[in-house]
């Protein structure tokens, strides 16, 4: 007779079972298979699968030229693609070692805030869009719809810019971009508390935001949660303040910090980010200087050998270009940070315990741009 | 007491939260001037889009039928991912010397990122970004285009 | 045009034109039947003009302009919406329940028919006058959420399982806070009979004569009533960026719209029965004493009255969808059994006290 031996069976609690929120979804922004391990509505695990809008933009990048390279970093964080071809921009010059005319540099940081500016117009819209109210979505699209407008008549297109190249820029700001601007900050300032009398005030809102999805200040230093989404928890982490570039040492502002780390403190974090934007702005729309709108650089950059990093602050969070290159024309490797990427690690941590309502709430307030993640 | 004190403020203050939101909400269907979209399809006679917009590449034609292009490839080489194909050959000109004459200028609309890359590459402002969007076929053949019209070029064009 | 004033006019004249040509039960049988038909039209062209008036007014609030090409100003929308439903595939699963799949649709169709069938329209056009008249209303109503369950449970996917069972545990609640909140005023009238609560308020509506109870009684109705819909801020059954349709995923073609069309004709009968309790039902806006004032109100007929507060109400509903965030399932119930309940009893006790008093108008 065989002895019984004692043995450990592995098995799901009996009650817990699997959902997919698949990649087709109407609030994961993107192309994001979340399967979340259930017991009854309290979620127990969350885990992320990528990969379903991988474009090797990384590999692609290798085999083109440093000008090339700006119309692919368009397309990776649509919503604030100023500011990554800002990045890749930045990244050349300092390797190169030229030095950028004020004007430039005065005019990058305008369009770098009016692009933040746009990209929590639409957070907002969809935020509210993702807890029932469905109306905010359309008025975040009718306040964004006049930055875009702007942007098509300097630039030429409203979401794919591509105006920045190694040097400056592609070519001057059309003569209307001042007044525009202007126009547009009188309109938004009576725009933006309306949009804490629809949501922010709400009761029902409150009630869906507060508490919900805490991450504490250690676990956002740990998981790297950079943007008004590591603010929320109190983890000062403004590049603009850090490692100011192009002309932030010349504005002042506060940078936004907040104790709680839930989901409402994520939220009033962007709101009040949306403010100090509309005050850098103020501070330099009138005093664009005159000069040239970009520094001649050759056809064909090569720059010299080397490792170079180069981080800019997005709507997201921080986003570094980490280039290497052996001195031929196309870049040996390039390699993205991207703030998605980290901020979707800290998702389980952030939802263990809370119900399906509330994970789609926690990921709003993340602000997840799936191709940032995937590249 | 403070408990049912707490309770009825917190009524109170919630019911005022959603009067402000519905007030909101309010003035705008009570102010319907105020709207902002557009009718598509029957405003096109009216629809005039920026002078920078980017629509597709086009090669600028004056009354003569004439054109700039020389055939120097340069658009080639700063369009990142080969939409435009520069077929050129040789002929004989006015004084006997062979030179290099645009034969077609291929444009594959299908593969353009509107990135604008060509237009500052052109030694001799060739070409240009019209503002025509509306690019949708029932034919795949039909976004290739032959941008050159039955044309020649006209003088001072320089390599 | 007298009969637009009293339909008892034309229902007396067509009973006598039948009567002079058939017996008793043929006539009743008849009467039955066109009843019968008259209801199925209402429900057609119930749905057609709420759905279009519902995209109209969200798209007004939205800054948008609705549907605008199909007809002139997008009135033939619903239409050809109901002709693309029909063309489309009706599948089933294969897992499914095919029983109780096909039957949960007509269910919930089934109940909104008997409720509307006791609303007074106008005077002379009320179909079913029971004398429990609400109490009728209110529990044939609550058969819809047996249709519920039962296309949740026959669906056999996660999701809809999931919606189906939070709608049950919300209906079932709210219905307590509506049930209690029409209480307040059968209170003061005395009587359930739909007919009688008009008629009683023929010197003012019991909003304005039951003063503030009769307010707060009011609001609680209507918050109670958006839920039982399953509408508004609390659709999390149907909560579409989270469960993508709930408890009518599976559903497609005719099926689909009769779970559509059930919601606007609940939305219907709640604002009707609101209408006939709070607002004076098809009686016109009188005030005590006024008689020349009254004389003026009385020109417009009683028809057009009902109408009128029914538009509003569903108004109302419709701005509360389109402006507030949903809430979670833990907090609807709360806010039933902790602040709408105990604030509701209070307020029966205040009426009844004031009733007793006759400190009401």
């Given amino acids: 007779m065989k002895e019984i031996e004692e043995q450990e069976i592995q098995e799901l609690e009996s009650q817990e079972y699997f959902i997919n929120m698949g990649p087709q979804h109407p609030s994961t922004h993107g192309v994001l298979r979340l399967v979340l391990s259930l017991d009854g509505e309290i979620i127990r695990k969350v885990e992320p699968h990528l990969g379903y809008i991988h474009r090797s933009i990384e590999k692609m990048c290798e085999h083109d030229s440093y000008q090339q390279i700006i119309h692919l970093t368009d397309r990776m964080d649509y919503l604030s693609c100023h500011m990554l071809n800002e990045a890749v921009c930045l990244g050349v010059e300092n390797g190169l070692e030229v030095e950028i005319p004020e004007r430039v540099k005065v005019i990058r940081t305008i369009i770098s805030e009016l692009t933040r500016l746009s990209s929590h117009q639409l957070w907002w819209g969809v935020m509210g869009m993702d807890l029932g109210a469905i109306t905010t979505f359309l008025y975040g699209f009718r306040d964004r719809e006049m930055i875009t407008d702007i942007f098509e008549e300097t630039c030429g297109a409203r979401l794919t810019m591509s105006y920045n190249i190694p040097g400056g820029l592609m070519f001057d700001i059309h003569p209307n971009f001042q007044k525009r601007t202007k126009d547009f900050i009188v309109h938004f300032k009576k725009k933006l508390p309306e949009y804490d009398k629809l949501l922010s005030d709400n009761v029902i809102f409150r009630e869906r935001t507060r508490g919900i999805g805490v991450l504490s200040k250690e676990d956002a230093i740990s998981y790297g949660v950079t943007g008004p989404s590591g603010r929320g928890s109190g983890f000062s982490c403004d590049v603009r303040k850090h490692n100011p570039y192009s002309a932030y040492p010349k504005v002042e502002f506060r940078e936004i910090l907040r104790e709680e780390g839930d989901c409402f403190a994520r939220y009033k974090c962007r709101i009040d980010e949306m403010w100090e934007s509309l005050n850098i702005i103020d501070q330099l729309i009138d005093n664009i200087p005159e000069g040239d709108y970009k520094v001649q650089t050759r056809t064909v950059i090569k720059l010299p050998k080397g490792e170079f990093y180069q981080k800019v602050e997005t709507a997201r969070g921080e986003f570094g270009v980490y280039i290497i290159s052996d001195g031929m024309k196309s870049p040996y490797r390039l390699k993205f940070r991207s703030p998605g990427f980290s901020n979707l690690s800290a998702l389980d941590k952030m939802s263990r315990g809370c119900k399906i309502a509330d994970l789609v709430a926690i990921m709003s307030t993340l602000d997840l741009v799936i191709p940032d993640i995937d590249r | ?159 | 045009m007298k009969f637009l004033y009293d339909f008892g006019y034309l229902t007396g004249s067509i009973h006598e034109w039948l009567s002079a040509r058939m017996d008793p039960p043929v006539v009743t049988l008849v009467e039955t039947i066109i009843v019968a038909v008259c209801f199925m039209i209402l429900f057609a062209v119930l749905g057609l003009v709420l759905v279009y008036a519902e995209r109209k007014i969200s798209a007004f609030f939205q800054q948008r302009l609705g549907p605008m090409r199909v007809g002139k100003w997008g009135t033939a929308q619903t239409i050809a919406d109901v002709i693309k439903l029909l063309f489309k595939e009706p599948l089933v699963n294969k897992d499914a329940d095919k029983f109780l799949f096909n039957l949960a649709p007509y269910i919930i169709m089934i109940s909104a028919f008997l409720a509307i069938a006791a609303l007074p329209f106008a005077k002379g056009l009320h179909a079913l006058d029971f004398d429990i008249g609400i109490f009728y209303v209110s529990a044939v109503s609550s058969l819809g959420v047996i249709g519920i369950l039962l296309a949740g449970w026959s669906s056999s996917n996660k999701y809809s399982l999931i919606g189906a069972m939070r709608s049950g545990a919300q209906i079932i609640s709210y219905e307590l806070s509506v049930g209690l909140s029409l209480l307040t005023i059968i209170v003061l009238t005395g009587s359930l009979q739909l007919s009688t609560i008009v008629e009683s308020q023929a010197d003012g509506w019991w909003i304005f004569k039951g003063h503030l109870p009769a307010v707060i009684a009011f609001l609680i109705f209507m918050i109670a009533s958006t839920a039982e819909t399953n509408r508004g801020p609390f659709d999390l059954a149907e909560a579409e960026s989270e469960l993508t349709a709930g408890f009518h995923t599976e559903y497609s073609g005719m099926k689909f719209a009769f779970f559509f069309l059930a919601e606007f004709a609940n939305m219907f009968i709640v604002a009707a029965i609101g209408a006939t309790v709070f607002l004076g039902g098809w009686m016109p806006f009188y005030i005590g004493g006024f008689t020349g004032f009254n004389a003026v109100m009385d020109f417009i007929p009683p028809i057009f009255w009902f109408l009128g507060k029914v538009a509003f109400m569903i108004f109302m509903m419709m701005w509360f969808r389109w402006t507030f965030p949903r809430l979670r399932i833990d907090q609807l119930l709360t806010l039933e059994w902790k602040y709408l309940l105990p604030i509701n009893l209070v307020n029966i006790v205040v009426m009844a006290f004031i009733g007793l008093m006759g400190w009401h108008f």
């Fill in chain 2, 1 to 159: 007491m403070n408990g049912i004190i707490k309770y009825f403020k917190d009524i109170y203050y919630g019911l005022k939260s959603l009067v402000t939101g519905m007030a909101v909400t309010g003035h705008y269907i009570t102010h319907p001037k105020e709207i902002i979209t557009q009718q598509y399809p029957e405003n096109k006679d009216t629809l005039k889009m920026f002078d920078r917009f980017r629509g597709e590449v086009v090669l600028i034609h004056d009354e003569n039928n004439e054109h700039r292009c020389t055939g120097c490839s340069a658009c080639e080489v700063a369009c990142p991912n080969g939409t435009i194909e520069i077929i050129s050959k040789r002929v004989e000109n006015e004084e006997g010397k062979k030179v290099k004459v645009i034969d077609k200028f291929v444009y594959h609309l299908q593969m353009c990122t509107m990135c604008n890359l060509c237009i500052p590459a052109c030694p001799t402002d060739a070409i240009k970004m019209s503002q025509d969007f509306e690019h949708a076929v029932f034919d795949r053949s039909k976004l290739t285009k032959i941008l050159n019209k039955p044309g020649s070029k006209i003088m001072a064009g320089v390599k």
